[in-house]
């Protein structure tokens, strides 16, 4: 597999296409793994992530420069990979360009409600909203 951590986004697309279920899979788990970690005193309620079926937390942070970087974990494992490929859509971006990603169509080529069952997914549209109103807010 591909060195996921340096990979961006269309570099995974090209693997994840390529992969059979199984291994799409363990793809997305990768990816999780390769998340910096989030210290426990960050994992409040307050960076909770409502609606999801395993717990999901997003605390972000700004660099001097204005880009934004995001922390996150999960206690399961695919979910963990999940908001690990979500952020690889908007980490490192400006407030701005992350309200001008459309991050739906960016995770499309992963066809994730059809790659995993529906509780792994549902949480989805609530990561998405919790990022565009992090940029809002910084924006």
């Known amino acids: 597999m591909t060195e996921c951590k340096t990979a961006d986004l269309a570099d995974i697309i090209e693997e994840y296409e390529f992969l059979d279920a199984d291994d799409r899979y363990r793809l997305i788990i990768d990816l ?18 409502r609606g999801c079926s395993a717990a999901v937390w997003v605390y972000p942070t700004q660099k001097d420069d204005g880009h934004l970087h995001f922390m996150a974990d999960s206690n399961a494992a695919i979910t963990k ?48 909203a919790l990022i565009r109103e992090t940029a809002e807010r910084y924006a």
């Open 32 to 49: 999780g793994r390769e998340l910096d970690d989030m210290p426990d005193a960050l994992k409040t309620d307050a960076t909770l992530v």
């Open 81 to 128: 990979g999940i908001i690990a490929l979500v952020l690889k859509t908007v980490q490192g971006k400006k407030a701005a360009e992350i309200l001008a990603t459309d991050i739906p169509a960016a995770l499309a080529p992963f066809d994730l409600k059809n790659q995993l069952s529906s509780n792994r997914t549902q949480g989805i549209p609530n990561m998405i």
